[in-house]
């Protein structure tokens, strides 16, 4: 059984800094792609960061230059560190990962989500 657990949440003020995990297992981290999304009031679910199993990464604009996703394949572990917070980046964060590359990729495998909560 695949599972990811998020941690890593909590609430900041602006301009600080978070660092969230996700912790794998039942699934071979290194191979395929993972990501973070995140959910906001109102809003969408919004495609944050992807990497992939060559360590290659993309961003959405927005989060672009101020957070950066990577992966430890020996601890199985996902990282987003997430600096310079705005409040627009309040959301719920969730890892995700898929079965293939990322490109054209399918993100089967959620976690919980963790939230985060900027305060300006």
């Known amino acids: 059984q695949v599972q990811l657990v998020e941690s890593g949440g909590g609430s900041v003020q602006a301009g600080g800094s978070l660092r969230l995990s996700c912790a794998a297992s039942?699934?071979?981290?290194?191979?395929?792609?993972m990501g973070w999304f995140r959910q906001a009031p109102g809003k969408e679910r919004e495609a944050v960061a992807a990497?992939?199993?060559?360590?290659?990464?993309s961003y959405t604009d927005s989060v672009q230059g101020r957070f950066t996703i990577s992966r430890d394949n020996a601890k199985n572990t996902l990282y987003l560190q997430m600096n310079s917070l705005k409040p627009e980046d309040t959301a719920m964060y969730y890892c995700?990962?898929?079965?293939?590359?990322?490109?054209?990729?399918?993100?089967?495998?959620w976690g919980q989500g963790t939230q985060v909560t900027v305060s300006s």
């Open positions: 995700a990962a898929a079965g293939s590359s990322c490109l054209g990729a399918r993100f089967a495998y």
């Open positions: 039942g699934y071979t981290y290194s191979s395929y792609c």
């Open positions: 990497i992939d199993s060559d360590e290659s990464t």
